[in-house]
């Protein structure tokens, strides 16, 4: 009898403690999925209700033509986590000592991302250069970047402005906030502890991780809508007469095409199609002025963005031209390369000279010539990068 109750009180015991068991493993199971709620909302709160990592916009397996064979994408290929990722850090003005600026407050949409200022406003002054768009950075013969090419890479261009006392102010000059600061920053931010834990694994912030996400980002931002590429998809080749251009256009592109010496403007030499970025070695081209000091000469400049969007779809330019914003129409940058006095100038680029006797170019193109032209360049603009969301602010929802 003693042994009957012995057995019945320990089957109550299991029982009791299987039960406790279940009910541990459904509270740890609640609590990892109210985590996972409190995760989401994180993420939702910050970038609206419908965003989810797992189904982000198209970054990675964007539509390019078939004619573009030019690619500085190099071991960092595009991804949708990391160009999200990308796209989140470029609008976040806590990139910013201040929080008040972003990389988007000097590059933003509306002007292919590029500005409207001569220069731009930074916490602690403003540009030293006049910003440069941004737009199909990604096929560019020219792996360098800013105006004066001092970054190797994209990838090592996207830190610089933070870094800059001036524009971002990570300096860490005069004992102020450095890049290490930027980090702790960051990392105290819960969407970027939950986005960094995604996609790296874990919540660290580092330089290179940043570098990696707004490259990415950056070339993904394209632009292959234009009149151009409508044109381009009838004919075999660039310098074909274009189906869907005008009589002025298909001048205008003919003009751009020729050699100086049977007529032309020879503008292809240095911004070839159908990218017309600019040749990595092109020197200076004869714009030589420093913003702010009307004496001072700036012979350093050598790089340019593409000259797609220069203009938006309207036919307005997208902000000054040079990088010292001092060309403010494009008839003055024709009249520029029209008549270039090549004696003050040491590092002027030799296809600009005028050949034998290198006094400078002289093109002697006619007024007409030069709106043909300008009619052409306007067909290299596209639509939808103003205005796609996947290039948007994510924080506005």
């Known amino acids: 009898m003693i042994h009957l109750r012995l057995y019945i009180l320990s089957l109550l015991f299991l029982l009791l403690a299987s039960c406790s068991t279940d009910s541990e493993d459904l509270t740890d199971q609640q609590e990892d999925s109210d985590d996972t709620i409190e995760d989401t909302n994180v993420l939702q709160n910050v970038f609206g209700a419908d965003f989810s990592m797992d189904n982000l916009p198209d970054y990675a397996n964007q539509a390019i033509p078939d004619y573009i064979e030019q690619d500085n994408t190099g071991n960092n290929t595009i991804t949708d986590e990391k160009a999200m990722l990308g796209r989140i850090l ?14 988007s407050s000097c590059h933003q949409q509306a002007f292919a991302f590029g500005d409207l200022d001569m220069v731009s406003t930074g916490v602690n002054g403003v540009t030293g250069r006049h910003s440069m768009r941004l ?13 004066d090419e001092r970054a190797n890479s994209l990838e090592e261009q996207t830190t610089q402005p933070i870094q800059d006392h001036a524009e971002m102010g990570f300096s860490g000059q ?27 694994g874990d919540t660290n912030v580092t330089e290179a991780r940043l570098q990696e996400s ?35 256009e298909n001048q205008g592109k003919t003009l751009f095409f020729q050699p100086p010496n049977i007529g032309g403007a020879g503008c292809i030499t ?20 420093i ?6 000469q700036d012979e350093t400049v050598t790089r340019a963005p593409t000259l797609r969007d220069i203009f938006d779809a309207n036919g307005n330019l997208n902000g000054p031209l040079m990088h010292d914003a001092s ?36 093109l002697n193109l006619s007024a007409d010539a030069m709106d043909a032209i300008e009619a052409f360049i306007k067909t290299l603009s596209g639509n939808d990068v103003y205005s796609n969301e996947k290039w948007s602010d994510p924080f506005v929802n």
């Open 90 to 103: 470029f609008y976040d003005r806590n990139l910013s000592v201040d929080n008040t600026i972003s990389c």
């Open 135 to 147: 737009i199909n950075s990604r096929f560019a013969r020219e792996s360098r970047f800013f105006w």
């Open 174 to 200: 005069d004992g102020g906030p450095d890049l290490t600061d930027l980090f702790a920053k960051l990392e105290a931010i819960d969407y970027y502890q939950e986005l960094f834990q995604v996609i790296y």
């Open 214 to 248: 707004m490259a990415q980002f950056i070339r993904s931002i394209q632009s292959f809508d234009s009149k151009f590429d409508l044109g381009r998809a009838m004919v075999n080749a660039d310098n074909a007469n274009f189906p869907n251009y005008t009589d002025q």
């Open 270 to 289: 240095c911004h070839s199609a159908p990218e017309f970025d600019i040749d990595p070695e092109s020197l200076n081209n004869g714009v030589v002025g």
């Open 291 to 296: 913003f702010g000091d009307a004496v001072a």
């Open 327 to 362: 060309l403010t129409t494009f008839r003055a940058v024709l009249e520029h390369y029209n008549d270039i006095d090549a004696t003050a100038n040491g590092n002027l680029d030799n296809r600009l000279r005028g050949g034998q006797g290198g006094n400078g170019q002289n």
